[in-house]
Each structure stands twice: as structure tokens, then as C-alpha cells.
């Protein structure tokens, strides 16, 4: 009877894990400044652990919505909730990267970390541990006793986002995360990401760098002046598209061809050509024509579009 | 509330470790300890010799042998007589030769004393003779007058005036206190609140010039950041007036005549209630301007512009201490009563009614009353000002625009 009630108890608490699957929802949001209506109905549904892209161009509407979501501003309309509730410090444990960066300059990193800490509620032995272990993580265990207007601005960036995330909040909210750091810093805050995906976190993060959306986000919207011109799943929008280019890698041949089906060479680097095609039939000539010159081909690839080239075709703005 | 506190303790560590801060406490400290020692200084430094001396040429001795009182009257002079005629030329060689600083030249002219003041310069006495020379060689002369008529010290003292001396005031609500401690208690606050609560306004500018703002309201709420930097900078405010009084209590006690002191400070005035009335209208008072000044703090973001934007509330703290001052000087008038009402001068106006005895229990409850409601309105205020002007980091704006503002938001 006792071992029933304990496997009862597994199952029911199994079952407790599972139904704590979150979800973030907005519903029709819009704002308006004045007369300027700078967000116009924008809806978006996080379900699952992972990152959610929002892209567009300056002043597309990307940090009013966060800053929206997260309650620094009120939405003109709409709806934005959180496992059904509203979205407020008390019900959601967030953690925010701001586009503006900010610190307390003369204040030690180490105060200025515990500080906010103590904030989002950790006691003072629960967020040393956690201080140190992020300061450990990206790399700027050194700068822990420095004041923070002695860093670098690529290491208060890192301190910064220390910050959003020390308190090991359910949904994280990174505004332009990358922009300003290095290369190397840039790899680190990476990683980072990955883990915190790893760790069934629910991440809003803004970018202009599609190279890293495409790396991390499951999910995007694209938004340009307040609209949103492109939204769902990455994979799924990408395959949408059908494939414009081909790569080829071939010794000899390719010339001949390339002159009597009159293909467009994107790039070409020595034997490498990056080729327009107008759809995929036509790729399939090219590589017939190919076999039937005995061409030796290294490389024959279709390509669909980047989620760049989407970006610049759906906003019609290069970045 | 465990937020306002954890803002609070860190308001203070930033406080205390401001090199501004420091450095003026260090003078603050410095001035008591010196303003103390004052007396001291001037003893050390003129000490018997620095006296001014004086040359008494008395030719025709009209002071006959009364001189020997002057002595007995403790002035600041050291006298010297001459029964030698000098001649002017030969007065202002021994001041040009340092012999003698001035000189007082007696002669009768037809029974009517004239007396001659000789001075390098008169500027250093505005041009006047002393009145206690004066007094000093007009007391000399009499008595020299008295004794010729050989008059005997019963038949003198009938005719010499002792007064016994008693005041009695016709107001019924004449003030009672000592002056000095009254302008102390006023002083202290008027300084609390220009230049402790004058600090949160720069906290508050200081979070939006480091745009470290945005992390702050997405941690705690805007409220909580208004009232735990008012609270911390207050803190530490009462701590360093405190500190300020245990060192001019030091200082006095160890560096003072404790007679002159007891004078000075007769604490026989200050009671329980006074010392509790004053706690409150400290803590009141500091409330209401610190306030005042968070408000202000929010309107702009840049440091250089928080001494404009806290011009205002500065010019309010001043006209309400003279206020309080001015009505000191005429406790039982209207102007007292009004300055003892009115929210901007109560702080300081009211612990001094008190302790003059001219605030009746009515008029108290009625001070604090108007006191506590209108510091609670400056808060909400305040906290509705800084949630609504989080995100400007621009210019400075007008309050009543940030309101419009929040509305529309």
C-alpha cells in the first residue's frame, strides 16, 4: 500500500513537471506614441524552451515591445501574458539585457551583481555562489573587486548581462545581446546562450545580426515600422522558399554551360561559382549538362535563400 | 519592503563613499572643532601683550589719583599716565615708533573736559572713540570730583544707583527659550535639507545618465527605488548631523569656558516633548524636501542639469527658513502662527514655537497634520513623476508635461 502511495506520488510529481510547461502570448499588442502608432497589432506565442528572434530595422518597433512585454511601458491595447497572467515583476521571473547598456561606474562589480541579486531575491549566500559562477563562465572573474567604469566596454556588457541572468530567471529578454562585442566575447556570450537554451529557458532576444539569429532562434518575427512582415518557424520559412542559387565546384565545363543557358554568376572564386537559377528544373539541367560533358564535380549544391535575404526582401532595407 | 531596504543599504555604501561627500564632512568637522576653539585662538595668539596700550596724558591731573581704578575695571587696554605736556609731533612718534598704539589727551578748558583721541587710524573703530574708554574715564572723573567733596562712602552709596532689575512681559505669549539653540535646530535642519536632500535628486539623475535605470525598474518597483534613496541619503544625513553634534559637544566641552557655555547654551529649555517635537519635524521636514527634490531628479538626466531643475525647491527651502526666522524675532505676531501652518516653513518654525511656548496643542496637531499630508502627496507625486519619466534621457521636461504624458501612456 505505502509503495503505491510513494509511486503515486512519482507520477503525480512527473506529471507537476510536465504541466509547468510556460508560455508567453501577445495578443494583438499595439502602441502609439502621440499620434504614432510605432506597434500595430503584433501577436507572438512562445511554447517551448528556446530562442524567439525578433528582428527588423532601427525603429521597426523591436525594444517598445519588449519594453512592453516587460511592463517599462504600457501597451496602448492588446494583451501580453505569461502562463495566462499578465506579465508583471511578481509573476514572472525575468531576467532583461536593455539595448541601452548600463552600470554604476564607481560601484565593484561584485556590489553592484549582489546588489541587483539581492533584488530579484537571493540571499547573500545564494548569489555570491551565483556571481561567481557567471563571472567564472564569461571570463571576468578578475574584474570582480574593480569598479565597473574601470572595464572595458566589451566586459560591461558582460557584466551587464550577468545581471539579467544571475537570479536564473524562467524568461530572458536580451536586447541586441551581440552588438559591440568582439569576435572572441562575441563566441563566449554564445556559448552562453546555448546552455541557457540547454537549460529549458525561455529567451526573447532582438538582433540585427542575422548570422546568430539563424544559429539560435527556432522561432522570429520580422517587424518593419511596427508591422509584421514575416513570423514563424525559421526552418519552416526558410524551406517557403524555393531554392535561387546554386554552388558548384566542377574542373572544366561550367563556362560553356553557363554561356548557352544564360545563368547569371553570382560570385566565383577560381572554380567555385555561386549561380542564379530561375527554379530547381533548371538546376537539374545544369547537372545533366554536366554529366553528359564528363565534367569532374566537386560541389553541386541548391541553395535557398538566408534568412538575411529574406530580411532584405520582405523589409527591402539592407542592414 | 525587503527591496527598501536592500536600496536603502546600497544608497548608503554609494553615499558614504563619495569623495564629495567625505570631503564635506571632513570640513563640516573642521569648521566646528575650529569654531569652537575660536576664544582659544584669540588668547593664544594676543594672549596679556596684545592688549591695545594706551598713552594717558594727563598734564594738568585732572584724574588725580582715581586713575588707580582703571585698573580694577578689566578692559582690553594696558594705560599708561604722563604728566608730561606732549606735543602732537611727539604723540605720533611713539605710535609711529610702535612705543604706544594711541593715545588720550585730557586737558580743561574753562571747566569742560576735552579729551583727544589719537589714532594711527580711526577706521578700525568706525571712526568712533570706544565707548568703554568713554564710559571708563567718565566714571574716572566722577569718582575724582566725588572724592574732593569729601563725601563718605554711606552718603555715596545712597546716591549711587542700585537697581534691582526685573522683567516683566505684558504678552502673554512672549517667547521663553534661549535664541541660540533655537537658531541651532533650525539651522541644522535648514542644512539637512539643502544639502542632504538635495542628494537624492543627484542619485536619481546619476541612474539615468549611467542608463542603469532600465535594469532597475525591471527589478524592483519604481516606488521602492524613490522611497529607499530618499531613506538611505536620509540616513546617512541624520548620521552626519549627529556626528556634527557629538563633535561640537567635544569640542565645546573640552575647548570652551564652561561658564560662557552654560550661558550660551541653557538647555534648561529643552524638554521631552521638544526633543520629540523636533525628531519629528526633522523627520517630517526632511521627508517633505527630499521628496520634492526626487521629483525634480526625474525630470532631467543629465548631472549638469539636476542644480537647474533644483533651483525651485532650494529657493522654497530658503524662503521658508527665513520664514521662520524672520517670525522668531516677533513670536507672538500672525506671520508666526502662518509659518508654523504652511507645509514649506513648518519644519523649521515649529520645534521653536514649541520651545518659545507660543504653539498651542491645537496649532501642533495642525502642523503635522498639513505636514504628513502634503509630504504623502509630494510622494505620490514623485513616484508617479519618476515611473513616468524612466525612459527620458533627453532634455529636461516640465512636470506637468511628464504628466500629461503618463496619462496618455
Request: aromatic fraction near 8%; proline fraction near 2%.
Amino acid at each position: 500500500m505505502i509503495k503505491l502511495l510513494f509511486y503515486a506520488i512519482i507520477v503525480l510529481s512527473m506529471y507537476k513537471v510536465k504541466g509547468d510547461i510556460m508560455s508567453l502570448e501577445l495578443k494583438d499588442v499595439c502602441k502609439t506614441f502621440g499620434e504614432k502608432e510605432v506597434v500595430h497589432k503584433i501577436n507572438l506565442k512562445l511554447e517551448k524552451p528556446g530562442v524567439y528572434g525578433l528582428l527588423g530595422t532601427n525603429g521597426a518597433g523591436k525594444t517598445t515591445t519588449i519594453r512592453m512585454i516587460l511592463g517599462i511601458i504600457k501597451k496602448t491595447s492588446g494583451e501580453i501574458n505569461w502562463n495566462g497572467k499578465e506579465v508583471t515583476r511578481e509573476n514572472v521571473n525575468f531576467g532583461y539585457l536593455p539595448e541601452e547598456r548600463g552600470i554604476y561606474p564607481k560601484t565593484k562589480i561584485y556590489e553592484q551583481l549582489l546588489y541587483f541579486a539581492n533584488l530579484k531575491g537571493l540571499n547573500k549566500r545564494e548569489a555570491t555562489k551565483s556571481i561567481d559562477y557567471w563571472l567564472k563562465r564569461l571570463e571576468v572573474e578578475e574584474y570582480k573587486n574593480m569598479q565597473a567604469e574601470k572595464l572595458s566596454k566589451g566586459n560591461q556588457q558582460k557584466i551587464q548581462f550577468i545581471t539579467a541572468i544571475l537570479h536564473d530567471p524562467e524568461l530572458i529578454v536580451l536586447d541586441e545581446p551581440f552588438s559591440g562585442l568582439d569576435p572572441i566575447n562575441t563566441e563566449i556570450l554564445k556559448s552562453v546562450i546555448k546552455e541557457l537554451v540547454e537549460k529549458d529557458k525561455y529567451i526573447i532576444m532582438s538582433s540585427h545580426q542575422m548570422a546568430s539569429v539563424e544559429e539560435f532562434c527556432t522561432d522570429i518575427t520580422i517587424l518593419d515600422r511596427g508591422n509584421t512582415v514575416v513570423q514563424g518557424n525559421l526552418a519552416k520559412i526558410k524551406n517557403s522558399y524555393k531554392s535561387d542559387k546554386i554552388e558548384l565546384d566542377v574542373e572544366n565545363g561550367i563556362e560553356e554551360i553557363i554561356k548557352k543557358m544564360n545563368l547569371k554568376v553570382l560570385q566565383q572564386k577560381e572554380e567555385e561559382y555561386l549561380l542564379k537559377i530561375d527554379d530547381e528544373n533548371q538546376a537539374q539541367e545544369i547537372l545533366k549538362e554536366l554529366i553528359n560533358r564528363n565534367s569532374k564535380i566537386r560541389k553541386f549544391e541548391m541553395k535557398k535563400p538566408s534568412l538575411n535575404e529574406i530580411f532584405i526582401e520582405k523589409v527591402g532595407e539592407v542592414q | 519592503m525587503k527591496n527598501l531596504w536592500t536600496v536603502t543599504k546600497f544608497t548608503m555604501k554609494d553615499m558614504i563613499k563619495r569623495k564629495s561627500f567625505i570631503i564635506s564632512t571632513i570640513i563640516l568637522l573642521v569648521i566646528i572643532v575650529v569654531g569652537f576653539n575660536i576664544p582659544n585662538i584669540i588668547n593664544n595668539f594676543a594672549g596679556e601683550e596684545f592688549n591695545e596700550k594706551i598713552l594717558v596724558v594727563d598734564s594738568e591731573n585732572i584724574f588725580g589719583n582715581s586713575k588707580e581704578i582703571l585698573n580694577q575695571m578689566e578692559l582690553e587696554y594696558s594705560f599708561e599716565f604722563t604728566s608730561e605736556d606732549l606735543t602732537q609731533e611727539q604723540i605720533k612718534e611713539k605710535i609711529d615708533n610702535k612705543d604706544i598704539d594711541t593715545c588720550l589727551k585730557f586737558t580743561n578748558e574753562n571747566g569742560i573736559i576735552k579729551m583727544e583721541y589719537i589714532v594711527e587710524s580711526s577706521s578700525m573703530t568706525f571712526g568712533e572713540v570706544p565707548q568703554s574708554l568713554i564710559m571708563a574715564f567718565q566714571t574716572l572723573y566722577s569718582n575724582e570730583q566725588i572724592i574732593k567733596l569729601d563725601i563718605s562712602p554711606e552718603e555715596l552709596a545712597a546716591i549711587s544707583p542700585q537697581f534691582n532689575i526685573e522683567i516683566i512681559e505684558t504678552d502673554e505669549n512672549a517667547a521663553k527659550g534661549n535664541v541660540v539653540i533655537m537658531m541651532l535646530i533650525s539651522a541644522v535642519l535648514f542644512y539637512a535639507v539643502v544639502f542632504c536632500a538635495g542628494q537624492v535628486s543627484t542619485a536619481i539623475t546619476t541612474e539615468k545618465t549611467s542608463k542603469i535605470i532600465e535594469t532597475l525598474v525591471t527589478s524592483t518597483k519604481p516606488a521602492t527605488i524613490v522611497l529607499g534613496k530618499t531613506l538611505g541619503i536620509g540616513i546617512i544625513g541624520l548620521l552626519q548631523v549627529i556626528l556634527m553634534i557629538v563633535v561640537a559637544g567635544l569640542s565645546a566641552h573640552f575647548c570652551m569656558d564652561q561658564e560662557i557655555l552654560e550661558t550660551i547654551f541653557d538647555l534648561s529649555n529643552i524638554t521631552i516633548k521638544l526633543v520629540f517635537v523636533a525628531i519629528i519635524y526633522f523627520i517630517l521636514g526632511y521627508a517633505l524636501y527630499s521628496l520634492a527634490y526626487a521629483l525634480t531628479g526625474s525630470t532631467v538626466s543629465k548631472p549638469e542639469d539636476v542644480q537647474s531643475a533644483n533651483g525651485p525647491i532650494s529657493f522654497i527651502a530658503v524662503i521658508g527658513f527665513y520664514l521662520s526666522y524672520f517670525s522668531m524675532t516677533n513670536p507672538s505676531s500672525n506671520l508666526n502662527k502662518i509659518s508654523g501652518i504652511v507645509p514649506i516653513s513648518s519644519p523649521f518654525s515649529m520645534p521653536l514655537r514649541v520651545m518659545m511656548g507660543t504653539a498651542t496643542t491645537s496649532e501642533l496637531i495642525t502642523s503635522i497634520a498639513v505636514l504628513t499630508i502634503t509630504t504623502i502627496l509630494v510622494a505620490i507625486i514623485s513616484i508617479k513623476i519618476y515611473s513616468s519619466a524612466i525612459l527620458n534621457t533627453g532634455s529636461k521636461k516640465s512636470i506637468i508635461k511628464i504628466l500629461k504624458e503618463s496619462k496618455k501612456k
